[in-house]
């Protein structure tokens, strides 16, 4: 494959390592992600699941934004921004995080045709995986997996599919063990 996660460079970390609530974006921080969507969903996500935590890993022209969005939500506790993280410390930190998120917009035609390889490294970390429908190459393929969840780039699909993810204990460990 031309872009498939480096599984001999991942490990896979005991059950009490895992931070089960924690939902990470690894990403350039640009409008091919929707940032906004995303940290909406989870200020209300969080009035529901207090433990829960949204890592965004990355730089980009957008942190600023990014920045004073999670500020105006009064999420500084709750959200991190990591700034920059080299790619094998990136693949020592996602296995320990609880679901990887791939909410892409529309901005980029290459969303519709791309085959995610940060979506590749989330579930060779062992993430489950929320991707939006329009930046899924494999739909059909990525629902069958039982470790992806595909939603529409929609708020209240979001927080859905993360609550059920972050509350049914039995589907999270089910759609972990999937991924890896």
């Known amino acids: ?13 005991p059950v009490e390592e895992i931070d089960r609530y924690s939902m990470a974006i ?12 995303i940290i909406e969903a989870f200020k209300e996500i969080l009035k529901k699941i207090d433990k ?17 969005i999670i500020k105006n939500n009064q999420l500084e506790s709750s959200v991190k921004l ?8 990136l693949l020592d930190f ?29 579930l060779g970390c062992g993430c489950p995986v929320i991707i939006t429908s329009n930046a899924v190459a494999a739909v059909e393929e990525a629902e069958k997996s039982n470790a992806i969840i595909v939603i529409n780039l929609n708020k209240q699909e979001l927080i859905d ?18 991924a890896i």
């Open 82 to 89: 990591t700034g920059f993280m080299n790619h094998d410390d």
């Open 161 to 178: 599919a993360s609550l059920k993810l972050l509350t049914d204990d039995n589907l999270y460990w089910e759609m972990r063990s999937n």
């Open 1 to 13: 494959l031309p872009h498939g996660a480096f599984l001999n460079k991942i490990k896979q970390y």
């Open 26 to 37: 690894a990403a350039n921080l640009t409008n091919a992600f929707n940032f906004q969507l």
């Open 94 to 122: 996602l296995p320990k995080c609880g679901i990887g998120l791939a909410i892409y917009t529309s901005v980029n035609s290459w969303t519709e045709f791309s085959d995610s390889f940060k979506v590749k490294e989330y």
């Open 52 to 68: 829960a935590k949204l890592i965004i890993i990355g730089t980009g022209d957008k942190e600023n934004e990014i920045k004073e």
